[in-house]
């Protein structure tokens, strides 16, 4: 009992969630950097440019402004990065790691995913601030715009493994992957394309990344929740911004296409693929402008919304 | 130096305030950031939106009577440790709009100036030095 409870929170902590995922996130923000830099031919920060600037910021002054809610504005950091930690260690590396089953499943995924939204606009309405206030409104109206269709991605995809695995749902992501290693990815069964599309379109919503990072907009709201952040707790929240890109990705990754090496090699197969999707993210951020925050809803509610019905109804319509 | 200033050194965040500026200062900010040939990120620099996560600060303009007391509100906004840069003449002697009934400056009756980069407008090179000077006198600080 004592060593799972001590295995358990390994896993939260140290590997794969807490320590690591952290440290993958900030890597992989650093190559993002580079590679937007490079893409627009600049010669671009060093590759561990978040670790320096993470190391900065715990050493700067904490500003809490006088209108801001001391205890929310900074329990709200920790509470974020927190979630991610543990959403990070049930994201299982295909071939190295599964979660254990105490850890919970999909749906608690699915929970601990929208927490850093939440936290985002708990920081945005505790610091007080009328910017915040702002980032505070676009991040409500942006989550409500593309939870829906990430809910239907998720839905379609254990729907879809239970009824092949003879359950009607399959909420365990353990075994939807380990029956994707045993019969092919989902990401080659043309039956799973939309699925696979609307969770591609939740992916720069969630993630903040141009055309959707209209909350977090620095040239138009001053960055909105964080404006008045400064120091540690800034720290913090870049942390749980970049430990969720991890997860966002990781899950992805695991939903569609876990297929990889058993061992170590599973390790670097599972790095390669958010290597790639990084730089996939990368190059969209560099490429387009940001949009305003009503053509972003709508655009949310119209086209990953009917993508995600589309998945699920074929989901549905083929068993 | 110990191992957070080292850290601290690579990456310094510039914020920028007009104190009345022409703009034309501004403009040569902008350029030295924007563009591609003179990229400062290779030096860790970033600009950013909220004086409280700032770490330089470039301050252009002769600090004019009506936007003093809002330069010093902001600039007392930004957590310590921090560098001050004055970017353009205008800061250091009023340049074109010295001896005007509107001028409050020169800036550092204000504030603590760490590193003067005159001309009218600078040119980015010379920009561009002084933010590395900023940056040694950072990395003492941090
Ligand atoms: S130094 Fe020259 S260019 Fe710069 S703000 Fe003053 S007048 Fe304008």
Redesign the interface.
Known sequence: MTTDTLRTLLTVLVFPGGLFAMALGLALKGVERRAIARLQRRVGPPLIQPFYDLIKLMRKRTLIPDTANAFVFLAVPVAGLASMAVAASMIPIPGFYEPSTGLGNLIVLFYLISIPAVSLMLAGSASGSPYGAIGFSREMAIVLAYEGPILLSLVAVALHAGAVTGQPILLSLTEIVRYQQEHGAFLFDPWMWPALLTYLCFIPANLGIAPFDIPEAESEVLEGPLVEYSGPPLGLMKLMSVTKSVVVLGLGIALFFPNGPAGLAGLFIFLAKCLVLVLAVSVLKAAVGRMRIDQAVLFYLKWPELLGFAGLALVIARF | MD??SK??R??P?LYRINAGSCNGCDVELATTACI?RY?V??L?C?????P??A?IVLITGPLTARVKDKVLRVYN?I???KVTVAVGICPISGGVFRESYAIEGPIDRYLPVDVNVPGCPPRPQAIIEGIAKAIEIWAKR?
Do not use: I, L, M, V
Not at chain 2, 46 to 50: A, E, L, R
């Open positions: 191992f957070f850290a601290a690579k990456s965040w591609p990229d990120e290779r860790g970033q600009y950013c939106g909220s409280k996560h770490d906004e957590p310590d440790p941090a």
